[in-house]
């Protein structure tokens, strides 16, 4: 079945510093691919997307490349701030909005002044 | 924007008790889920429903039942509260077409005793 693997946390970086969270995934056919965030004391937000191979999602900063020969959805943003100290899941569903949403199990980044 | 509400934020109930978990969303979205969220485990899904009066069970809907009277309502429901359960649920909707894009709720904490 459809599994998602993410690199465990926490993460701990300094401000202004590089992140990467890796994210790699097993699916049947062409699934679309998601991080979502989730702040603290909140639900989860998306945070991006990509539909098809080779698709960039990007938001606030992050961004991520959809890249099929690898089965990876990997997060990266140039320079973390406190504020985007949060749980971070990768996901993964089918084509329609009715397919359930496989989650990864989470990676928390703490971002320090 | 879409707004999807929880009941509850937080809930102390006791061990045998009948639990209501309500979720309502407003954009008319034909697809609700229920997860919960435990550490180190990530999102799980429970019951999920693409219609009225419709719903699919998820990957541990033990001990769990819902109710789809409305499509803009869905709730989770636990027969007979046991102290395995305390964790946090978290509602989602999504439009049935397109990639699977779900919106979240702000979550309801479940304490168990």
């Known amino acids: 079945g459809n599994s998602v693997t993410q690199m465990e946390g926490p993460v701990t970086l300094s401000e202004e510093a590089f992140l990467t969270i890796n994210c790699t995934y097993t699916?049947?056919?062409?699934?679309?691919l998601f991080w979502y965030v989730q702040y603290p004391g909140e639900g989860l937000q998306l945070l991006l997307k990509?539909?098809?191979?080779?698709d960039k999602g990007s938001n606030k900063g992050f961004e991520a490349t959809y890249r099929k020969e690898t089965t990876s959805f990997h997060l990266e943003k140039g320079s973390v701030q406190v504020s985007d100290s949060a749980v971070y899941f990768c996901?993964?569903?089918?084509?329609?909005?009715?397919?359930?949403?496989?989650f990864g199990k989470g990676t928390r980044l703490s971002v320090i002044a | 924007d879409v707004k999807v509400t929880q009941s509850s934020r937080y809930l102390v109930k006791r061990t045998g008790e009948k639990v209501f978990l309500e979720c309502v969303q407003d954009?008319?979205?034909?697809?609700m889920f229920w997860y919960r969220q435990d550490p180190g485990l990530g999102l799980r899904l429970i019951y999920f429903?693409?219609?009225?009066?419709?719903?699919e069970k998820g990957d541990i809907p033990e001990g769990y039942s819902v109710s789809r009277e409305k499509k803009e309502r869905f709730s989770l429901i636990l027969e007979s509260a046991s102290t395995n359960q305390t964790s946090m649920y978290l509602c989602?909707?999504?439009?049935?077409?397109?990639?699977?894009?779900?919106?979240f709720g702000p979550g309801t904490r479940l304490l168990v005793l």
């Open positions: 429903s693409y219609d009225v009066k419709m719903k």
């Open positions: 699916a049947t056919g062409y699934p679309s």
């Open positions: 996901a993964l569903s089918g084509r329609s909005g009715n397919t359930p949403l496989v």
């Open positions: 954009m008319d979205h034909e697809n």
């Open positions: 989602a909707s999504s439009l049935d077409r397109g990639p699977g894009t779900q919106y």
């Open positions: 990509a539909t098809k191979a080779d």
